[in-house]
């Protein structure tokens, strides 16, 4: 059986744009699910800028998870808080996991693709430690 891939979303003050394509991605996918909490989740998607208020926010978040989850910053915004010339997880110190997916905002199956890859990458370093008996 396929294992279903189950993803968190915050948005740390996106405009809705990228959040919109995310909902579109996943209304369709058998192999993408929302967590409810973040602890739940293979995956973090974040959106937006990073607010000062959100980034309090989000590392509370990413404590609460124990800082497992990695994080996929979805959008420009997410990636240095284009347009607003700084933010993102740029400006977030503490994150370990991360990725992105540029563009605004990406594509549904962009975003899909982005899921996919983020999950399996994690899932192929746990596999390496346990190879290598860590
Ligand atoms: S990258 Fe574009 S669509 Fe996404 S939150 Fe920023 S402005 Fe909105």
Redesign the pocket.
């Known amino acids: 059986m396929k294992r279903i891939i189950r993803v968190y979303r915050f948005n740390t ?9 995310i909902m579109a991605a996943l209304s369709d996918a058998v192999d993408i699910a929302w967590a409810a909490t973040p602890h739940e989740a293979d995956v973090m998607l974040i ?3 990073l607010t000062v208020g959100a980034k309090a926010a989000l590392m509370a978040l990413v404590r609460e998870s124990g800082n497992q989850t990695p994080i996929l910053a ?6 240095d808080g ?2 607003f010339g700084r933010g993102g997880v740029a400006s977030a110190a503490g994150l370990t996991v991360r990725s992105s997916l540029d ?4 594509t549904p199956t962009q975003i899909l693709e982005a899921i996919r890859r983020a999950a399996e990458s994690v899932a192929g370093a746990v596999r390496q430690r346990a190879d290598a008996g860590l």
Request: hydrophobic fraction near 15%.
């Open positions: 003050g996106s405009c809705g744009g990228c959040d919109l394509e959106t937006g800028p979805i959008g420009r915004c997410a990636i284009h347009p563009g605004c905002p990406p």
